[in-house]
């Protein structure tokens, strides 16, 4: 089914406009009769923030954005799902186009900024699939025009408390004017403040539900110092490195599409979201788990950003290339490599090049 997919629908789908293909993509996933997904093998198991991952390959925010299809989603193979960004109320986001392919350079450039049906909608969808199991985490963030940004995360993190498996708060996303700045100084440690009070609040009702937190690649490593600091002192359960660039490499080869405003990801994405990884992972210290997101499109990347420093992995970008059949050959490709290697699980690969790769010239 994945692969009778990737070869007739996906071809097509790459022919039409980015969001009416992203649109088309949910409305066959509602209807697709998916088989029950297959045991994982027990090799790629992970245990983090208190929850246990058949396997480390997570689809990444932005792609199930109201919770329509996160069942269909698991059947695929992933090991975990995040759905969002959500915010409290319903808004449309930035009028389009705001969705850009790179296909020469495989990256994509997006500037929806938040379009969200609300949180009451996605409610209604995770409370509908309540008890059929599986990961899903909720991604949370804020209103446009909301007068206290702060609040919009912690009304959320207690609203979802019941049906999240784990909470991400994105203040990372450079298409809401203004959201990055959460990440700065007194703000930022005023949130973790907010979200962990929040989350000690549901923990006496809902019991422990991880909030991590997603962080931009852009950050420099004087603010990457001060986030981590800050990440460590509230102990947050995680982090994710990281949400899209606002930077445009300048060997990109779609050089017109480069020139779209907003957040770039996929392959262009790999090697600055990669070392920022490895930049979090030493100053992190093992305090918690970290989730690597950016640009994997293959087994190889995937093993790099565990190498790197993460337990877990995201992909979204590399799937508009190469279908959801990627899944499964990463699947595959880890599996291989801890067999090779003689690995007892992910675990021990984890961060093993971290400390080498902050030695290395700074990615373009
Ligand atoms: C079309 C699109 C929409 C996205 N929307 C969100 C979002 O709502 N929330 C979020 O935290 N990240 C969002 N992201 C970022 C992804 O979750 C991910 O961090 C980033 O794309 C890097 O991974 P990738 O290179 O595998 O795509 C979006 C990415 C894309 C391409």
Redesign the pocket.
Known sequence: MIALYDTLARPLLGLIEPESAHRLAIKGLKVAPLPNRSDDDPLLAVRAFGLNFPNPVGM???FD?HAEVPDALLKLGFGFVEI??VTPLPQPGNPPPR?FRLPPDQG?I?R?G?NSEGADAVLRRLAARAGAGGIIGV?VGANKDSKDRIADYVRQIELFAPVASYF?C?IS?PNTPGLRDLQQGQVFDELLSRVMEARARIHRKAGTTPVLI?IAPDLTLNELDDVVGAARRHRVDGMMI???TVLRPPWLRDRTTAHEPGGL??RP?FGLSTRMLAETYVRVESAFPLVG????DSGETALAKIRAGACLV?????LVFHGFGLVGRIKRSLVDALRSGQYASIGDLVGADAAAMTAEAWPE
């Open positions: 990444a925010a932005g954005k969002g960004t969705l994509v997006n929806l938040f991604n991400t994105n996303s997603k990281g949400n899209t990801s996929g994405l997101v950016g640009g994997i995201q992909l979204y970008s590399a």
